[in-house]
């Protein structure tokens, strides 16, 4: 065990060295790749365009850890197994999608049709959640649940260093779950090692004021990893004393950000019946800021609750009993999260800020 934590503490290190790297000469040389915010200023945050290419990073050191791997585990079990080049092959289709879209802002429907794809791929080489006793539902909740945390993910990339640090909440989790199920022995284990230390590299050009944005490249390829991971050391956990209320408590505190975030904006919007698909300025990142946060605030405020709902994770898992008191206990913190960033969202501060906002924008434009 000891020897697989320090090839993989060596292999974090080496991811984080090189996100840093090739997100510095990404900015140095290409400052005009992927730049956002030319025409989209009504639904974007920031008040200056920006490159949006950290998700290629993302993608470069995802591959590196793999080829890594292969010299430091060589004997690893995963490397021609039907599930693993299922995994490989929906991240890959995912970050082409975000590709295409971060360079031709391609029609939603089709990033829709790729996003159930990815889900389709999964589902078919065996990375289904296990939680019904019918294949048919599993199957439809493991599409539902890939679809809807690539789309979640995405719709967190609307403040600086958000999605990157609840993206690195959701890996924290995961690796806790690796951890106590011994399983460091894994590519998994390595690929989440790898993509903690790109994303770590690519908050020091993420944090506000940001440099750069992951744009749908990152937002696309980490919502399918993380969506696809949690359904084989979350929904799936193996572990006797964990029921299918416990597992659907585990999945909900590891996203507790991104499902709170999407929830909000999704009721929100068809209660003034407008499309949940359509982007603004109406998440509840952008709430928090109406009421006087800063954006380093805000960032911090949700890396608060990761930290917090990850080591409630910790404790669900090592619970060598489940009771009725867990349950209400994991129940009202989730409930009580998702509540709070809502009821924050009705305020009525949102519109005069926005407007004020709005302004800002116009004469930085």
Known sequence: MEIYAAKGLLLFVC???FSVLVNRIFLRFSRNLGIRNIDDKVIRWASTAKPS????????VFLLSLT???????????????RFVGFISAASLAFLIGLADDAYNTNPSLKFIAQFLCGITLVST???IELF???IANYALTVFWVVGIMNSINMLDNMDAVATIASVSVIGALLISLILSQT?????FLILVGLAGALLGFLFFNWSPSKMYMGDTGSQFLGVCLAALSIKFLWNYPAEH???ISRVLLVVLAFIVPL?????VVINRIARGSSPFVGGKDHTTHHLSYMGLSEQSVALLLAGLGIVSASLSFILLVANQWTGLFTILFTAYAILVFLSLYLVSTLKLGKKKEEKHEKQLRKTA
């Open 15 to 17: 991811s984080l060295v």
């Open 53 to 60: 290419f950290g998700g290629i990073s993302f993608f470069i």
């Open 68 to 82: 890594v791997s292969q010299f430091l585990f060589p004997d690893l079990p995963e490397k021609f197994d039907t």
């Open 126 to 128: 065996g990375n289904v």
């Open 133 to 135: 006793d019918y294949d």
């Open 184 to 188: 460091l022995n894994s590519l998994y």
């Open 242 to 244: 964990m029921t299918s």
């Open 260 to 264: 709170s975030d999407t929830t909000t």
